[in-house]
């Protein structure tokens, strides 16, 4: 296993352009070795151009399931939900057409929620062909909020569980929205391709003290051990 696939940017538009391609011709191999592909995302500023473009693609989007990294435990409708997020980055595109498969059902929490999102993501093709991360400025990624409730459940490389609860009270970049639901490490590792967005310089500096933490203050260095599975786009200006 090498290390990461690092792909350096001086600006925006060559980041999300070559993001978009690379995203594409995973699903674009997926769809033409199995007429299938499923790509988990995540919410957030960073990958949301990089969506929109993708969104535009001939794709064969009837084949293609669209789950998500992570989710608030809001109901559509809500401020925060990542279901309304992905989806408005999809309309009005040829991407309208896949098959998205959201993350809240309606329990009362996301702990109590857990069985059924099992059961709705176990219909999607798995491993997952495509799993698009970003990350926050305190070092979470997908909801691995730092010393988080549940994070250690969530980072076990051994869990079968595929998707599990985080209680993020006390996290500050988590807002309001504490009660979360987050792929675990095991299913993200598990993905046939993992692609990191860092837009910004300051996210690759925050990226690469990380990886000199402990992973339960800066839970995106458990994306180290994926190698080069892992495909990170960041801008180095
Ligand atoms: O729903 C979310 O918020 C995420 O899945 C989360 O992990 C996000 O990727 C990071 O917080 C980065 O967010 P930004 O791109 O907005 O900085």
Redesign the pocket.
Known sequence: MGSTDLRLFQDTPSLVTAATDHLSMILSDALDQRGRASAML??????KPVYERLAQQPLAWNGVAIGL??ERWVPAGKPGS?ADFIRGCFADSPAERAHFVPLFNGHASATDGLEAAEQALALMAQPFDLCV????MDG????WFPRSGGLEAALDPNSEAVVTAIDATGCE?AGDHTDRMTLTYAAVAASKHVVLLLPSAAKLAVFNDAMTRDVLDAPVKALQSLGDRLTLFGLDT
Do not use: K, Q, Y
């Open positions: 995540s919410g957030g500023s960073s990958p990294v992570d990542n991360l970003g990350m926050g979470h990624t997908a909801s970049v």
